[in-house]
């Protein structure tokens, strides 16, 4: 099995920058696709922004133009480069994997424990 641990998430006033970082315990088989989802109190968990196996990325439309997701490959690491931050992209912020962990398993979503972003106005 793979863990994913993310890291990063912390206080910042509005206008502010956090990069977060999501790093798997080892190398995946395969990988479909990877993602930053958030999920703020009593609302749904939302995708933030997608990376495809391919290098395609795809945002929601709240977080165009100020966040960049990337991948380092070699680090088994994923990121999240955060700009402009706004008080309503306070949230849990988690990462996740759609892929599978060995040759013999099935596609699964893999998912982090989540890292706290908050934005003060």
């Known amino acids: 099995q793979v863990q994913l641990v993310e890291s990063g998430g912390g206080l910042v006033q509005a206008g502010g920058s956090l990069r977060l970082s999501c790093a798997a315990s080892?190398?995946?088989?395969?990988?479909?696709?990877m993602g930053w989802y958030r999920q703020a109190p009593g609302k749904q968990r939302e995708l933030v922004a997608l990376?495809?196996?391919?290098?395609?990325?795809n945002y929601a439309d709240s977080g165009k133009g100020r966040f960049t997701i990337s991948r380092d490959n070699a680090k088994n690491t994923m990121y999240l480069q955060m700009n402009s931050l706004k008080p309503e992209d306070t949230a849990l912020y988690y990462c996740?994997?759609?892929?599978?962990?060995?040759?013999?398993?099935?596609?699964?979503?893999?998912w982090g424990q989540g890292t706290q972003v908050t934005v003060s106005s």
């Open positions: 990376i495809t196996s391919g290098g395609i990325t």
């Open positions: 996740n994997v759609k892929g599978t962990s060995d040759r013999y398993s099935t596609i699964a979503d893999y």
């Open positions: 080892r190398t995946f088989f395969s990988i479909n696709a």
